[in-house]
């Protein structure tokens, strides 16, 4: 089956640096999505990996490693607006979107 | 753990004709369905939000009369595309709210109008 795992909710301090990881197991690989997502909005596109590595636009960067199934989103200098829930989702080989549950980011002054 | 369903998957359709989405929650009760469009590489676009045996409400902009959704039950919810035309061509996504107000997405339908 296909599966997109993403840890439930995270905790960092206003300022720091936080890593949420996503594993994935797709049938086909057509690219990783990170969205952002604010209590009661839709969901924000943050940003897309389809080739290995890193791609930065300021304070958030994202990292792809298509041969060990892995992705994650990057979050330096955080600031309270940054409490949200992440959505990694990978677009299978159908063009299908397959999503995680979200990572629920708790920032703390 | 909560599945969303939307068929079909993809769909080609000439000029002038309609098109009907299906959006299942398939093992949970959704009290509200979204309905979002997608364009390559963007945010996803809120278009409408459903609630069970109600109006559906629409956002600014999107025609009410040409994305026709009902929601019939707590489990399904359908966008209807009505007279297509080749902007509509796009992804359109739905989700489903929990009780406990969890969110979860469905994988996307890719409409293509000829």
């Known amino acids: 089956g296909q599966n997109i795992d993403q840890p439930t909710e995270m905790t960092a301090t206003e300022g720091a640096i936080v890593q949420i990881n996503c594993t994935y197991q797709t049938s086909g690989f057509n690219g990783l999505f990170w969205y952002q997502q604010h209590a009661g909005e839709a969901p924000t596109f943050l940003s897309y990996n389809v080739l290995d590595g890193l791609e930065e636009k300021g304070r958030f960067s994202s990292f792809l490693s298509r041969s060990k199934g892995y992705s994650y989103l990057l979050l330096k200098e955080l600031q309270m607006k940054d409490s949200a829930s992440y959505l990694c989702?990978?677009?299978?080989?159908?063009?299908?979107?397959?999503w995680g549950a979200g990572t629920k980011l708790i920032i703390k002054p | 753990g909560a599945v969303v369903s939307q068929h079909p998957s993809r769909v080609i359709c000439k000029s002038g004709t309609s098109v009907k989405i299906e959006c299942r929650s398939l093992?949970?009760?959704?009290?509200?369905m979204f309905w979002y469009r997608q364009f390559p590489k963007q945010s996803l676009m809120l278009m409408a939000t459903s609630n069970e045996g109600s109006k559906a409400t629409y956002e600014q902009g999107v025609e009410k009369d040409k994305f026709l959704i009902n929601h019939a039950s707590l489990t399904l919810s359908t966008l209807t595309v009505t007279s297509a035309h080749p902007e509509d061509s796009s992804f359109y996504i739905c989700?489903?709210?929990?009780?406990?107000?969890?969110?979860?997405f469905g994988p996307g339908t890719r409409l293509t109008v000829l």
């Open positions: 989702a990978v677009m299978d080989s159908n063009y299908q979107l397959i």
């Open positions: 093992d949970f009760q959704a009290t509200t």
């Open positions: 989700s489903a709210k929990r009780g406990d107000n969890e969110q979860f």
